[in-house]
């Protein structure tokens, strides 16, 4: 086992500029169906919107951004006359992405991967919303040869971690390495474990959480809990208790399925969200039996957590090249650290 030894890269914090060009608006497309009936939803609107791929318009829907009648559909959804199809365009993402100068944690790295510690904070890679300061803008300017399998905005990108959640990443230098890697995490023989610190005491000592997530019906930005099986995909996490707080829980959770904001969604399924979660932790608030000075310590804690307290704390695969066992560790941030030995010393 190697553990995540701290190796941090320095270099300048200007980060170079990305051209007003690169970037478009949002925008909608309505179309109603005359012609036509019986496509499917993905080929019907790819050939009216010249400009989107057939794939391009199957993430769209996944993304919940095509609604049909004013609902989501599948993209085998075979349209109707009469049908009104709603197409959400998001803005584009750089064009060209800027290497920057900034700081990492690297983990490992030979000529095929680099496995970095991300720090809470930093997107995964550009999008709407976060056209710079990502971990691969960060990554080009000390590999700018990453695997191109990614695609433009995404290179080298085998997996990602929300921004704000801290820890392992794996990211392709070739395109074989690309390949594999992805291969591991769809076969499930690649490992990814995360230290996730949630409100209550769980009624469970090990659970397998198995719940379709899709996007929410009602607020597009987040995801969801889906039973009724049309928009939502498989998502399976197992979780396990490390240890008891007092009104918290410390858990050890697994992934079986790479769902977005998957751990997330299913701990607050399960009715105890993740401390710090800005999307789906609700209001929460401290056990009666902390006092009023308890309570503006633990604010404190929270406010210098600044997101979740969810770290990939482990991960592992089977190195591309050689085959050897990888695995790799990295300790808690220091914000989620301190906020678990305070409730530890409160408990």
């Known amino acids: 086992m190697r553990d995540a030894e701290r190796g941090m890269s320095y270099g300048s914090n200007e980060h170079e500029s990305i051209p007003r060009?690169?970037?478009?608006?949002?925008?909608?497309?309505?179309?109603?169906?005359?012609?036509?009936?019986?496509?499917?939803?993905?080929?019907?609107?790819?050939?009216?919107?010249?400009?989107?791929?057939?794939?391009?318009?199957?993430r769209l829907i996944e993304q919940g951004r095509v609604t049909v009648g004013g609902a989501p559909a599948k993209a085998s959804y075979k349209v109707k006359p009469g049908d009104v199809i709603a197409v959400e365009i998001p803005p584009a993402a750089p064009t060209v992405i800027a290497p920057e100068q900034i700081p990492l944690d690297i983990v490992y790295e030979d000529s095929d991967l680099i496995v970095v510690?991300?720090?809470?904070?930093?997107?995964?890679?550009?999008?709407?919303?976060?056209?710079?300061?990502?971990?691969?803008?960060?990554?080009?300017?000390?590999?700018?040869?990453?695997?191109?399998?990614?695609?433009?905005?995404?290179p080298g990108i085998v997996h990602r971690l929300d921004k704000d959640t801290s820890g392992l990443i794996v990211v392709a230098k070739n395109d074989a390495a690309h390949a594999s890697l992805q291969d591991q995490i769809q076969k499930r023989t690649a490992g990814r474990r995360y230290l996730a610190l949630v409100w209550g005491?769980?009624?469970?000592?090990?659970?397998?959480?198995?719940?379709?997530?899709?996007?929410?019906?009602?607020?597009?930005?987040?995801?969801?809990?889906?039973?009724?099986?049309?928009?939502?995909?498989?998502?399976?996490?197992?979780?396990?208790?490390?240890?008891?707080?007092?009104?918290?829980?410390?858990?050890?959770?697994?992934?079986r399925t790479g769902r977005t904001h998957q751990i997330r969604v299913h701990c607050a399924y399960l009715g105890h969200p993740v401390v710090g979660d800005p999307v789906y932790g609700g209001k929460r608030t401290l056990p009666a039996r902390f006092g009023v000075r308890q309570g503006a310590e633990f604010d404190s804690l929270l406010d210098a957590l600044g997101g979740?307290?969810?770290?990939?704390?482990?991960?592992?695969?089977?190195?591309?090249?050689?085959?050897?066992?990888?695995?790799?560790?990295?300790?808690l941030p220091?914000?989620?650290?301190?906020?678990?030995?305070?409730l530890r010393a409160h408990s």
């Open 201 to 255: 005491d769980t009624k469970f000592e090990q659970a397998i959480v198995d719940a379709p997530i899709g996007r929410h019906p009602v607020d597009r930005k987040k995801m969801a809990v889906i039973t009724d099986g049309l928009r939502a995909r498989p998502a399976v996490t197992d979780l396990s208790v490390v240890e008891r707080l007092s009104g918290f829980t410390l858990l050890d959770a697994s992934l």
């Open 21 to 58: 060009s690169a970037f478009r608006i949002t925008r909608s497309e309505t179309l109603r169906v005359s012609n036509g009936a019986g496509e499917r939803l993905d080929a019907f609107i790819a050939v009216r919107i010249s400009d989107l791929s057939r794939s391009a318009v199957r």
């Open 117 to 154: 510690n991300k720090p809470r904070g930093m997107t995964t890679h550009p999008a709407p919303g976060s056209p710079a300061g990502t971990l691969v803008n960060a990554l080009l300017a000390r590999t700018p040869d990453l695997s191109g399998v990614g695609g433009v905005q995404r």
């Open 308 to 331: 979740q307290a969810l770290h990939a704390y482990r991960l592992s695969f089977d190195h591309p090249r050689t085959g050897e066992r990888m695995d790799f560790e990295a300790p």
């Open 334 to 342: 220091q914000d989620m650290s301190r906020l678990i030995e305070w």
